[in-house]
Nanobody, 117 residues
């Protein structure tokens, strides 16, 4: 089992910045992908960004150039630096941990990000 603890959400004005953190603990595999997904009210949960244990990143088109994902493999922590935030970025952001070569997925409890116009 893997536990994920998120932090860093909140309320910010459009154009502002926030940094999300997610710390993983438990049975951590060396090869894995960690990432962030978000879900706005009435919508499905969508990919925001992912980063593999080897450092490869992937971003949703809507956040490219504004968000940066990074990770600390020693601390088993993933970060999401969000700049130039827009009201449409408002959502609950979920951390995800996926061990490579498995069908498993682990999710954090979610953290609310609200961007006011």
């Amino acid at each position: 089992q893997v536990q994920l603890v998120e932090s860093g959400g909140g309320l910010v004005q459009a154009g502002g910045s926030l940094r999300l953190s997610c710390a993983a603990s438990g049975s951590i595999f060396s090869f894995n992908t960690m990432g962030w997904y978000r879900q706005a009210p009435g919508k499905q949960r969508d990919l925001v960004a992912t980063v593999t244990s080897g450092g490869n990143t992937n971003y949703a088109d809507s956040v490219k150039g504004r968000f940066t994902i990074s990770r600390d493999n020693v601390k088993n922590t993933v970060y999401l630096q969000m700049n130039s935030l827009k009201p449409e970025d408002t959502a609950v952001y979920y951390c995800n941990y996926h061990p490579t070569y498995t069908y498993q997925d682990f999710w954090g409890q979610g953290t609310q990000v609200t961007v006011s116009s």
